[in-house]
């Protein structure tokens, strides 16, 4: 079992910089991919980023690439990274960090954050 707490939501302008935090407690942190989602109100959950175990490889959704940075620290810390910059108003959603193997499919992940808002203001 892993337990993820996301943190690092809220309000920004257009333009600006937010960073989400996950921290990852239970199993060995290094076995899973770690994955970001975000869903919007009245939207399905979208794949944004993910990172292997190792943190060796990363992929990004294409409305994100460029913008954002996927990271991790296995060593000092069980938490994934996600930097957003030039963050849009189309950005807005809650954000979800997820934990098992690598991929863009919400069924790739068997566990779950509870989330954390982000909104981007015009």
């Known amino acids: 079992q892993v337990q993820l707490v996301e943190s690092g939501g809220g309000l920004v302008q257009a333009g600006g910089s937010l960073r989400l935090s996950c921290d990852a407690s239970?199993?060995?942190?290094?076995?899973?991919?770690m994955g970001w989602f975000r869903q919007a109100p009245g939207k399905e959950r979208e794949f944004v980023a993910s990172i292997s175990g190792s943190g060796g490889m990363t992929f990004y959704a294409d409305s994100v690439r460029g913008r954002f940075t996927i990271s991790r620290n296995n060593a000092a810390k069980n938490t994934v990274y996600l930097q957003m910059n030039t963050l849009k108003p189309e950005d807005t959603a809650v954000y979800y960090c997820?934990?098992?193997?690598?991929?863009?499919?919400?069924?790739?992940?068997?566990?779950w954050g509870q989330g954390t808002q982000v909104t981007v203001s015009s």
């Open positions: 239970g199993r060995t942190f290094s076995n899973y991919a």
């Open positions: 997820a934990a098992g193997r690598y991929g863009s499919r919400p069924n790739d992940y068997d566990y």
